[in-house]
């Protein structure tokens, strides 16, 4: 594990945090208040994370098994920062500038992709949660900052107007952390006398969907999360039957107007596909350091001249997927600075940014599956076993690359507004 964490260091360049016993921290790439805050508070969590990486790896087998975050693990997660590091100042929270946030995700995904997606749901609802009513989110954040919350951004339910706010039914799927969440959220079509609402564009164009909050303990949990890769993040369905939701437990996702002044809590809908990325990274980065393990291990496989360290193929083909992997980050990095200046900016809006933002996350997303396929069959027969951790980045990664949010289908937006530019 300390391996994976130097060629980690190696992989990021100069943008690091500095080493536990240093008495300073390099500053993030960009800052708005306290420019330093940000970096000195993400190296305490890396450094956390260090120590805990050993454990997480040790238990990765029964992460798999059980399909879910074991609690324990969770709770030592939200002792050192991870699902508070994106909460607002307000509310005892870090509020992690989104570049230095992205470095915790990639490294925890680094260690075990589960792992990595489990923070990245967990600390980037705190980026949505301030679209609720102030008074449902003062309630939903009373008792601490480190609220976790599972979200499902498919209309997958009906909300009819009663007495007393609106009744709600529905199943939602993929709605990772949901064993561990405090607080759950869906989406839904809003109805009254059971005919859908209007929504902005009025009867030409979509019914009205409006995102509703509840506590944990009022939904169901469906056992279906039986899946090819990220089978530790829980993703379950969730149902709702007839429940009464008051009007204040309900938002506008993703446009609504956010009760929180900071950069961070202005555009969600632009940071889905760049988070995605740095979970993308982090396992890409966990596969490259597997097989360079392996190959430094002395292994020679059937039939081979040498053994892999001294083979010039597996030589090449390491540097060409260090490469591929070095690019990845790089793309995520730059990505992760634009969109967040545009935040300390107030510009971060607008469908070009928006687009921006997903071409480069399906990008990343498509790099990072061949690249770990390609760690994966240069493993060798010995990737195929389930101890192998190769095969389990494999299975991860094109879990991840499957999201809505990085399919191919949406670089058709990049590709039209590219032809609309005026040169």
Same mark, same amino acid.
């Given at each position: 594990m300390q391996k994976l964490m130097k060629q980690s260091d190696a992989l990021h360049g100069p943008n690091r945090p500095a080493h536990r016993g240093h008495q300073t921290a390099t500053q993030p790439p960009s800052g708005k208040e306290s420019p330093g805050?940000?970096?000195?508070?993400?190296?305490?969590?890396? +450094?956390?994370?260090?120590?805990?990486a050993p454990a997480v790896v040790a238990r990765a087998a029964e992460i798999e098994a059980?399909?879910?975050?074991?609690?324990? @693990?969770i709770?030592?997660?939200?002792?050192?920062?991870?699902?508070?590091?994106?909460?607002?100042?307000?509310?005892?929270?870090?509020?992690? +500038?989104?570049?230095?946030?992205?470095?915790?995700?990639?490294?925890?995904?680094?260690i075990d992709g589960s792992v990595g997606w489990t923070a990245m749901i967990g600390s980037s609802s705190a980026i949505i949660s301030p679209r609720l009513p102030r008074q449902t989110y003062d309630l939903m954040y009373q008792d601490k900052s480190d609220v976790i919350i599972a979200?499902?951004?498919?209309?997958?339910? #009906?909300?009819?107007?009663?007495?007393?706010?609106?009744?709600?039914?529905?199943? $939602?799927?993929?709605?990772?952390?949901?064993?561990?969440?405090? $607080?759950?959220?869906?989406?839904?079509?809003?109805?009254?006398?059971?005919?859908?609402?209007?929504?902005?564009?009025?009867?030409?164009?979509?019914?009205?969907?409006?995102?509703?909050?509840?506590?944990a303990s009022a939904?169901?949990?469906? +056992?279906?999360?039986?899946?090819?890769?990220?089978?530790? #993040?829980?993703?379950?369905?969730?149902? @709702?039957?007839?429940?009464?939701?008051?009007?204040?437990?309900?938002f506008d996702f993703p446009a609504g107007a956010s009760c929180e002044p900071g950069p961070l809590y202005q555009a969600w809908r632009h940071l889905q596909s760049v988070l995605l990325g740095a979970v993308c990274v982090g396992i890409a980065e966990g596969a490259l350091s597997d097989v360079t393990d392996l190959a430094r291990s002395g292994r020679q496989q059937l039939r081979a001249p040498a053994p892999m360290r001294d083979s010039e193929m597996v030589q090449a083909e390491l540097g060409r997927i260090e490469a591929d992997v070095r690019a990845a980050r790089?793309?995520?990095?730059?990505?992760?600075?634009?969109? $967040?200046?545009?935040? @300390?900016? +107030? #510009?971060?809006?607008?469908?070009?940014?928006?687009?921006?933002?997903?071409?480069?996350?399906?990008?990343?997303?498509?790099?990072?599956?061949?690249?770990?396929h390609a760690c994966f069959t240069l493993a060798g027969g010995a990737a195929v076993y389930e101890s192998s951790p190769l095969q389990r980045r494999l299975r991860d990664l094109q879990a991840a690359a499957q999201h809505a949010m990085v399919q191919q289908r949406h670089y058709a937006e990049a590709g039209r507004l590219l032809l609309e530019r005026v040169v």
């Open positions: 805050r940000s970096a000195v508070a993400a190296g305490r969590i890396l +450094d956390a994370i260090r120590d805990l059980e399909r879910r975050m074991p609690s324990d @693990l709770e030592k997660l939200r002792l050192i920062g991870v699902f508070r590091m994106f909460a607002p100042h307000s509310r005892g929270g870090l509020e992690l +500038d989104l570049p230095w946030g992205m470095e915790v995700i990639s490294a925890l995904a680094r979200g499902v951004t498919t209309p997958g339910g #009906t909300a009819e107007r009663v007495a007393g706010g609106w009744r709600v039914s529905g199943r $939602w799927p993929f709605a990772s952390c949901c064993h561990n969440a405090d $607080w759950m959220m869906a989406l839904c079509v809003m109805s009254e006398a059971g005919k859908p609402l209007f929504g902005p564009a009025g009867d030409a164009g979509p019914p009205l969907v409006r995102c509703v909050a509840l506590p939904w169901q949990i469906e +056992d279906t999360w039986h899946a090819s890769g990220l089978r530790g #993040t829980g993703s379950h369905h969730i149902a @709702l039957q007839n429940v009464l939701a008051p009007e204040t437990n309900f790089a793309a995520m990095q730059v990505q992760a600075e634009s969109h $967040w200046r545009h935040a @300390l900016a +107030d #510009t971060l809006n607008g469908q070009a940014l928006y687009t921006h933002g997903i071409q480069t996350g399906i990008w990343i997303a498509t790099i990072c599956a061949s690249a770990a």
